[in-house]
């Protein structure tokens, strides 16, 4: 795999057209501008039920080739979201390829904005991995469609932490028979926002949590104040646990970690989870009950679609407390049709998006 050099990432050989054919994708676009290390890049997946909403992810990819395939992931991943979510939005995402730890950042952000404003509100960003409500500040200068921004919904991660939560909560109940996390070992894999937030609902509950980062600091946070376990980041995946909670980044179920899950339930907050499609079907025969990914952490995407039609923050809570009913269903149209739970949740968002597309428009007159 080709590396960044000191002049930007290294020439892409991933074959684009054909993967957006294969996954149905409308537009992808790449920028830069040299005078302040821009790279940037936005797919668009969908745009059926509404202008396509995904955030900016910041992230020091290894190639453009890897960094394409993220966007065109990420960007399909939100128009099912929105879709099983309910919401009138499609799906995109944008990338910004570099270091998301430099302290100059009004020029870059500035130039991701202009970018953003060519698309005349085809693509509407927010915050992700590695951006903040105060880069979406800087994006705002430039354009208007950008929401996450301070002193509306600000950070999604307390809305999309709630809508994790009860998500879980239903799959214990269809585990269990009880949604009840009362002495459940939940293990967090990362510590971030989503996972803070999602650890202060548990702690509340009397879950035991055990939970493990890369960052340290966020680690000793966690065990100072939800009594938290900690474990070195490769541990995760070997405790004996009720539940895995997926916090970080993506695929961390994969053909390594998933002989080593000794859990009943896989629900967390991350993006991506399965590292390919096969690996949920491997969960269904271990009897693993897989809440998916893009449906339990909704409520990111209802927080910013609460701010663009100015929802009182309770207004967007409540529906992704709505996340909970939402997979009842999927868990009851998998177990009815025997299908892995992941492609229930495809099924749901598909008949979602094929229902408004065959709409017949209505003559309006003169």
């Known amino acids: 795999m080709p590396t960044l050099s000191k002049s930007g990432p290294a020439v892409s050989s991933v074959d684009t057209f054909a993967v957006m054919k294969s996954m149905g994708h409308e537009q992808v676009l790449l920028s830069h ?70 302290a100059d950042r009004e020029a870059l952000f500035r130039a991701h904005g202009r970018f953003i404003e060519t698309l005349g509100g085809r693509y509407i960003t927010a915050e992700d991995i590695g951006t903040s409500p105060a880069d979406m500040e800087y994006i705002k200068l430039e354009t208007d469609h950008v ?32 949604d009840s996390l009362a002495g459940k070992a939940v293990a967090v894999q990362g510590a971030g926002k ?33 009594g938290a376990q900690s474990v070195p980041p490769n541990a995760i995946y070997d405790q004996e646990t009720d539940i895995y909670a997926p916090c970080a980044l ?21 993006n ?31 927080n910013v679609y609460g701010e663009l039609h100015r929802w009182p923050v309770e207004r967007a809570k409540k529906k992704a407390g709505e996340i909970y009913d939402t997979l009842l269903r999927i868990f009851e149209i998998s177990q009815r049709e025997r299908i892995p ?21 209505m003559w309006m007159g003169k």
């Open 33 to 102: 501008d040299p005078s302040c290390g821009y790279f940037g890049i936005i797919a668009i997946h969908d745009t059926t039920l509404g202008p396509a909403l995904g955030g900016t992810r910041f992230w020091q990819y290894a190639s453009t080739d890897e960094a394409i395939t993220d966007a065109l992931r990420l960007a399909r991943g939100m128009t099912y979201k929105s879709a099983v979510a309910g919401i009138n939005l499609g799906g995109g995402k944008s990338v910004i390829i570099g270091d998301n730890k430099r």
């Open 147 to 178: 929401a996450g921004l301070l002193g509306l919904s600000g950070d999604p991660s307390p809305v999309t932490a709630y809508g994790v939560y009860f998500g879980m909560k239903a799959a214990a109940r269809v585990r269990w028979g009880s």
């Open 194 to 226: 989503v996972a803070y937030y999602l650890m202060q609902h548990l702690h509340a509950e009397g879950a035991r949590i055990i939970v493990t980062d890369i960052d340290a600091e966020k680690v000793k946070r966690a065990a100072e104040e939800f």
């Open 250 to 270: 993506g695929a961390t179920i994969n053909d390594d970690t998933l002989p080593r899950l000794k859990v009943q339930i896989i629900a967390g907050g991350a």
């Open 272 to 302: 991506n989870q399965l590292a390919e499609d096969r690996h949920g079907d491997e969960l269904e025969k271990r009897r693993i009950l897989y809440a998916p990914d893009y449906v339990i952490n909704g409520g990111g995407v209802i």
């Open 341 to 361: 739970t992941y492609r229930a949740a495809d099924r749901l968002a598909e008949q979602r998006v094929a229902a408004v597309a065959g709409l017949d428009r």
